[in-house]
Structures are given as structure tokens and as C-alpha cells.
């Protein structure tokens, strides 16, 4: 309890934005149907896969082969609407300035594109029996590729929807060394004023002590009990025979942290705080070992779609139908300038980087073509979201 009472007086930031969170009080059954694909084996593979590469620590030369791999899976999915790859330097005595990046796959939102839900795991092992990167073994079964499987099915599956806020499914690097590529991220989106609504992590969920019953503890702060309500909602109303309960760890810490030091309200599902799995940051932190229950991971990986489709509000308009306002916008990809037309007259034209910071803004009086210099935007991709008398679109612009 002192623990906690300290980390809401010293770590946790006054919100930059405040949010009222729906109430969950019954089944959606789209949403439903979701976590019922869930799929244990695809938990399993994915698992799997990160545990073939001989570790994945952020200062060996493994790790960019796994941000490669996520960048390729990621791009599969046909509803992500683009894969960022967020650079980030170290800045650790003893280690490399340069590791792979943060993974970013955003999925813009159709009402409310400005407004975040993000869920987040990292993806880098550690085990510090060796001086060599290279050369140990550190296969982070539990710790934290059960984390990275869960923000996959939760892509995989909510991509093929439409919501009305953004969703960025994140992947983290250098959580080992201390939330390095979290922070990082959480501080410049502070900077830049984005508006995150919620923060989910996923990190070890995989090992259950013998003898006790699937559970999830859930790891926040006081000042973040909004967003801990709606969670709970979700956890009591899909799995209400699951004991769920507020918890604080016992040592460590995980990448919600970067996001409620930083203003935004975040929450941390994870398996027992005080019998997590004895294997990790070891070379015994396999699947069947370290990882001994993988119905609680599809558990976890369910409920973390729930709570991310709830927050950012499931359109269930079919795509072709939420298509209110017919828009054009060319050249794309442009350099300099582009032209937006629409039949039904624009009233307003707002552009957002990746950051959700808006760059540009122009109202316009029912005229059909806007002309937009972008000669002063940095080479990248950008959402422009236009509004016209008969409704609002969504465009994707990229920057050469």
C-alpha cells in the first residue's frame, strides 16, 4: 500500500486529457464474437516464432531481425492503414546508442481520428549471463512474447472493423533496460498534446502456479480508476467467473508506466504479481515451462480486444457504407501541393501526423476544390480528415 500511495504521489502525472468512458453493461455481440476468434494456437505459434530467434535483447544483433518480422506481419493485414517505425536512441552507459525501433500499426479512426486507444507489449528478451549479446540464450516465452501474441490477435482481429477513434497497436523495444522505447514515445506524444484515451499493456500473462484458477491482477494507479472501471466492466460481463482484482507488483515495472508518468491514463493486466513465473530473464523461459497455460493468454488476449474495442467505439456500418461524402485528393503521393475536391461543398479540412498532432486547418465556405501547400511536411503519412455539408471523410495522404 506504501508502494502505491507513492507511486500516485511521485509517478503519475495530472491527466492532460480527460475522457468520459463508456459503461459496459451487456454483451456487444460483434464484439463478442471477436474474442471468440481469439485463437490459442495462433497464441501458441506466435510464441513460438519470437522463441526461435537465440534471444531478442535490444543491444544484439537478433533484434532487428524481429522488428522486421513484425514490420512484414503487420503489413498483412489488409485494415492497417500504415506500420511506423518510431527511432529511438538508447542513451545507457555500457550500451549501444542504436537499436531497433518501436513497431507502430495504426488503424485511423472514422469519427474521431484525434482521439488514441492504444495497446501496447514489448518485444525484446533479456537474460544478462553474458557479456556477448550475441552469443546468450534469452527466449522470453512469458516475458514478453505471451504480451506480443495478444496485441497480434487483437489486430488481427479488430482490423477488419471500423471504429471511431484510432487504434495503434505498439510493440516496444528496450523495455529491459529500463521502458526505454515506451518512454520515449509516451514523452513525445505528451509534447506534441495527443490525445490518448487509454492505454492497455500486455506483458506476461502465461504462467499460472499449479493449483490456482485463471485470474488476471490488474496494475494501475488511483488517478487512472475511470479507465479501471470500464476494464473491470469488460472483464465482469465476458468472464464473469474469472476472479479479477486491483494489484500492485512487487518489483519491476512495465510500459504503462511510461504513459501515466506522462498524463495518460493507462492500465496493466498481468498473471499473479506474487507467483509470476520463476523463469524469466533466463534461458528457461520457454512454452511449457515459463509459458504453462495458454488459456490464460487467449483469456488475456480477449479481454484486451474487448477493452480496445469498447474504448474506441465499434462502428458496425459496413466500410462501403460509412462512405458518407464523396472526396478526391491529388496528387497522392504529392510533395508540394495537393488538390482536394468534393461534390458536396467543404467546410473544413484538418491534417494530423502520426502523432495525432494537427499540422494543418482550413475552413472553407461550401467551395469545391481546396489547394493545400505541403512543401514544409516532412516525408511521411498523414491523415487529412475532410469535412463536407453531407459528412466527413477520412483520406490517407503520404508525403514523398
Known sequence: MILSLGVDTFAQAPHLFEHDYPSVTEENPTIRALMDSVSVDGIEATIAHLCSYYNRRCDSRHIYDVQDWLVARYNSLEGIDTVVLHDFKIHKEGYPEETADNVLAIQWGTTTPEEFVICGAHYDSWN?????????RAPGADDNATGVAGIWETARLLSRHKFDRTIIYANWNAEELGLIGSAVYAKECADNL????????????GYLREGSEIHMDVVYVNQDSLLAKMFFEVCHIYFPDMPVRQNWMPHGDSDFSSFNRNGYAALHPFED????????HTRQDVLGLSVN???????FAQINLGAVAHLAGLNNTAVEENKTTSVAMYPNPTKDVVQILAEDGLRHVVIYNLLGQQIEAKSLNGENRCTICTSGFAPGVYLVKVSTIKGVSNQRLVIK
Do not use: K
Open 128 to 136: 544478462g549471463d553474458t557479456t556477448d549479446p550475441d552469443t546468450v
Open 194 to 205: 495527443m490525445d490518448i484515451v487509454g492505454y492497455f499493456n500486455m506483458d506476461m500473462n
Open 273 to 280: 504479481v506474487w507467483a509470476s513465473s520463476p523463469y524469466i
Open 293 to 299: 497455460n495458454l488459456a490464460q493468454s487467449r483469456q
